[in-house]
Each structure stands twice: as structure tokens, then as C-alpha cells.
């Protein structure tokens, strides 16, 4: 228990930080075998979703909305997806997924199994086409230091062409490394803290995270990261790209 109602959450105008004491599960509905626990969306005021899906050995996947696109990655356990015509992925720890809008698939859990997942309504681009399937695995990936900084390694989990209009990535920083500018953009984000600890500041707070946390970033939330600690800190995270502004969904 949390003695005086004390928690390190903390939820306002245009970001929000949820720590894993405040998580509360919930249904996931179609799903089988399987709780959720709903950390970002629309009541919010975010444009996505992002939700952690946590499986028993047997559990199974309900299919997104319509014209809503999904990328999943595994936490803890296996998982198998199954594409209509018998494409079969088997994901393990590290494993990801993105399955643009009305693509048939199937998933269910080989054993107890954790997934974050991010959720959206997939917006069209004129002569781009529609975004294909990525399957991978994240050890697989190679990071690249970011703007030359060896100590903050990005790995890109989806491809950086127009027809996405969503990019997920991967953030390692040694300890001490941090974000070389305060970043204010129109992206969005949200973040699940993967490993490692450290200081997010986002407007004009400076917030104390660790394994476990989510972040919701609103557009234009100044925000900046150090690691701190003795070993990498480790974040997954999302953004919305590829798209003017003005044809965003309100």
C-alpha cells in the first residue's frame, strides 16, 4: 500500500507521467486469457493509444478497430501472429510487430506473456500507398549514436518512408548521457521507461523516472532527459511523423 495517497504520478494539460503503482487493470474487450491496463488515449488528450496487454499461456488478441494501425512489443513472454495466408512470426523478448489497418491476423501467447502496445488511427497520404507489415526483433536492429553522441544510441523499429505515419524507437543512454537540446515539436509521444533510471523534464517539471513508468509528451511539451544511476537507462517510445499538421485528426 501507498501510505497518504503518495505516488509519483502525475497527470496535467499536455503531458502526464503514470508509474506503475497507479497502474489499474482492466478488460480488454475480444481479447481471451488476457487483462489490459489503458495508460494513454484519447480521454487524455492524446491522438494514440497505448495500453499494456498482459496474457495468459493460451491468450489471444482481439483485432484493432477499423482504420486503427498497431504496433506491439514484447516485454515478457512468447508470442505467435498469423497473417491471413499462413505467414507465421514467433515474437520472444524484444520482439515487435506492426500491422497496418484491416489486415487480418491472429495472436496468441505460448505462455504467460507482457505487451506494450500503441494504437492509432492511421491517417492516408496522397501517392504514398499504405504501409506494409514489419516484423523484427530489437537486438537485431543496429543503433546509430544520436547527433554524433556515442553515449545516446536511437535504434529505428520501423521503416522511414511516407506511407508510415508512425515511428517507434529505442533510446540508450549510458549513464550521465542526456538529451543535447530542451525539444519542443508538434510530435506527440509516448514512452515506456524499458530499464535504467533517471531525470525527464517535461514543461516546467522535472519528474524522477524508472523502469516501468510511461510518459505521455503532448505536442509542444518541452521536454529533456538525463540518465542517472549505474547502468543504461533504456526507453521505448513513440511519435507521429510523415503528416502535415493540418490534416491531423483533431
Not at 549510458?174 to 535504467?196: I, S, W
Request: charged share 15%; with cysteine; proline share 10%.
Amino acid at each position: 500500500m501507498t501510505p497518504f495517497g503518495v505516488s509519483r504520478s502525475y497527470v496535467c494539460r499536455n503531458h502526464a507521467l503514470i508509474a506503475p503503482e497507479s497502474f489499474v487493470p482492466t478488460t480488454l474487450p475480444g481479447w481471451q486469457k488476457a487483462q489490459g491496463i489503458h495508460l494513454i488515449g484519447p480521454c487524455l488528450g492524446a491522438r494514440f493509444s497505448q495500453y499494456l496487454a498482459v496474457l495468459e499461456p493460451g491468450g489471444t488478441a482481439a483485432p484493432p478497430l477499423a482504420g486503427v494501425e498497431r504496433f506491439l512489443y514484447v516485454l515478457e513472454g512468447d508470442v505467435t501472429l498469423e497473417l491471413r495466408g499462413g505467414e507465421t512470426h514467433r515474437l520472444g523478448l524484444g520482439g515487435y510487430a506492426f500491422l497496418p489497418p484491416e489486415v487480418p491476423s491472429q495472436l496468441w501467447a505460448k505462455n504467460a506473456c507482457r505487451l506494450n502496445i500503441f494504437e492509432k488511427r492511421y491517417v492516408p497520404l496522397a501517392g504514398a500507398g499504405a504501409p506494409r507489415p514489419i516484423f523484427g526483433q530489437e537486438q537485431d536492429v543496429a543503433g546509430v549514436p544520436f547527433l554524433g553522441d556515442p553515449d545516446a544510441v536511437l535504434k529505428t523499429l520501423l521503416p522511414q518512408e511516407p506511407s508510415f505515419d508512425l515511428a517507434v524507437n529505442i533510446f540508450t543512454y549510458c549513464p550521465g548521457a542526456a538529451l543535447p537540446l530542451v525539444e519542443v515539436h508538434v510530435m506527440e509521444h509516448g514512452l515506456l521507461m524499458l530499464d535504467g533510471q533517471g531525470v525527464y523534464r517535461l514543461d516546467g517539471a522535472w519528474y524522477p523516472v524508472q523502469q516501468g513508468d510511461v510518459i505521455w509528451m503532448g505536442p509542444y511539451c518541452p521536454q529533456w532527459f538525463v540518465a542517472m544511476g549505474k547502468r543504461p537507462a533504456r526507453y521505448l517510445y513513440y511519435k507521429d511523423v510523415n503528416r502535415d499538421p493540418m490534416e491531423r485528426p483533431a
